[in-house]
């Protein structure tokens, strides 16, 4: 029988996974498939039920609202899954049983790796936003040394969020606000430091109010992350390559975060060759 996997959600027909998982499978000439399964709240119990029963499914990618509905029914929790509380990957085993995984973290890491191999002074990232994406991003920042800036809405919430994650840290908080508007703090020598601002909250999607966000509170020499897929080129990005800074779009933690589920579901990691790039064109059609 056909292997398959899918992802689920409520609502789910806006996920690009299918069209991601479904150009590896071809690439690779897999006897498998994947798809959408669009599961209610009140459906999960039942889907991951019947699911668990079935041989030749391989597991699910969950997006919201499940992302936390979904670990009472799973016997094991990957520990990153544990520490961020929350799985977007459900592997069922051999014997029927389900763990979960939450691959954002590290598919929020690819792109950055290489900077991580190095040796740093000094590591500082600036995160705007305190939902679940900002915690996975957070979780992963702190596995590689990275005193963390974060900011939101509600500077109680990031320090909470802070203080569960990395308690002993020496990190910090700020309103959103702080970074909307102009400093003229000088930043000082940079050389052998890694700076990153990463923007990890909704503002500037389409159909949400753009990010206000001033430049001048970027140290030279700063990456921009924005994990914003819809549009791919934000005013961010935009913003910071034509200022000149490194930029990484949504499209990698997307597209890195699949890559380690699909191994997880199909044995083989996916074809990525060409850095991507075929890829790249089918997604932003």
Same mark, same amino acid.
């Given at each position: ?75 094991? =929790?990957?520990?990153? #899954?544990?520490?961020? !509380?929350? /799985? ?6 051999? @014997?029927? *049983? ?97 700076? =990153?601002?990463?923007? #990890?909250?909704?503002? !500037?999607? /389409? ?6 966000? @001033?430049? *001048? ?69």
């Amino acid at each position: 029988m056909t292997r398959y996997a899918e992802v689920i959600g409520d609502p789910i027909a806006q996920s690009k996974s299918p069209a991601i998982h479904m150009h590896w499978i071809e690439r690779l000439g897999l006897d498998a498939s994947y798809g959408r399964q669009h599961v209610k709240p009140d459906e999960l119990a039942g889907y991951l039920e019947r699911r668990a029963g079935d041989p030749d499914w391989a597991g699910c990618n969950v997006t919201m609202p499940h992302k936390l509905a979904v670990m009472p029914y799973l016997a094991r =929790l990957d520990p990153l #899954a544990e520490r961020i !509380g929350a /799985v977007n990957t459900i592997v069922r085993e051999s @014997d029927g *049983s389900l763990s979960g995984y939450n691959t954002d973290a590290t598919g929020f890491l690819e792109p950055l790796i290489a900077d991580f191999d190095k040796q740093h002074y000094f590591r500082m990232a600036r995160v705007l936003g305190t939902g679940g994406a900002a915690r996975a991003i957070v979780a992963g920042l702190l596995e590689h040394g990275i005193t963390v800036v974060l900011a939101g809405r509600n500077p109680d919430k990031a320090r909470a969020m802070l203080d569960e994650l990395d308690p002993e840290g020496q990190h910090h908080v700020a309103s959103l606000d702080h970074f909307a508007e102009t400093t003229d703090f000088e930043f000082d020598d940079r050389e052998g430091c890694f700076d =990153l601002v990463v923007n #990890a909250s909704p503002l !500037g999607m /389409v159909g949400q109010p753009p990010l206000d966000f @001033d430049f *001048s509170h970027v140290p030279p020499g700063s990456v921009i992350y924005d994990i914003v897929t819809a549009p791919l080129e934000t005013p961010l990005l935009k913003e910071a390559r034509t200022s000149g800074f490194r930029t990484v779009d949504g499209l990698s933690m997307l597209i890195g975060q699949a890559a380690i589920a699909f191994e997880k579901f199909f044995g083989q990691p996916p074809p990525r060759g060409d850095g991507d790039e075929a890829l790249r064109r089918i997604l932003v059609q």
